[in-house]
């Protein structure tokens, strides 16, 4: 009987490209900001990186993969109102990267890891503000609700993994920093600024698995 080939975009499609990317090595540095800023003194390290974790939550709905990004609260002291994943600082009581990545985001969003299928990880993420983060990929069954921590969130949406996937989509900019120029990728979707350390992350995903 002849294998069926899933449709593009599609939960089936993206499980089978996860499962067939080279298994990611923890505690490397080959992905990151410096990627697009080589040799910028902003990376130049003083303190040791910062661990952390996000879940990547890909949702399974009818129409197609969608990818479950939020807004920073406004209120916040760091990233304020910025796209983000949901995840945060690796806790010392916290058995893996995956385990900080499904306590974030039940903390930030209410979403109950009984939703969330773990498929694995990307590299790790090395970013300008001095994290070192792990992109833990996940599949989300779409019966879920969501109860937004205000003093985190303000916001949950969704955006189609087809979109995140286009290249045509990746967009360079810049801002100054310290009078040095910062490069980084946006991705506007519809009213939302997704860039900076989300946008790499997103790029990387389509580097290692749609590229």
Known sequence: MDQVTPAPFSIADFRARVAAQAEAQPGGDDFGDHRFNPGHPRLERVKPLRDAAVLIPVVDRPEGAMVLLT?????LRSHSGQVAFPGGTIDPTDESPEATALRETFEEIGLDR???EIVGRMP???SGSGYRI????????PDFSLTLNADEVDAAFEVPLSFLMDPA???RDSRMWNDLEWFFYEMPYGGQRIWGVTAGIIRTLYERLYG
């Open 134 to 141: 792990v992109p833990v990929l996940s599949i989300v069954r």
């Open 169 to 171: 989509n990746h967009a």
């Open 124 to 126: 790790d993420y090395v």
């Open 71 to 75: 807004k920073r609260a406004e209120k």
């Open 114 to 116: 009984e939703h969330i």
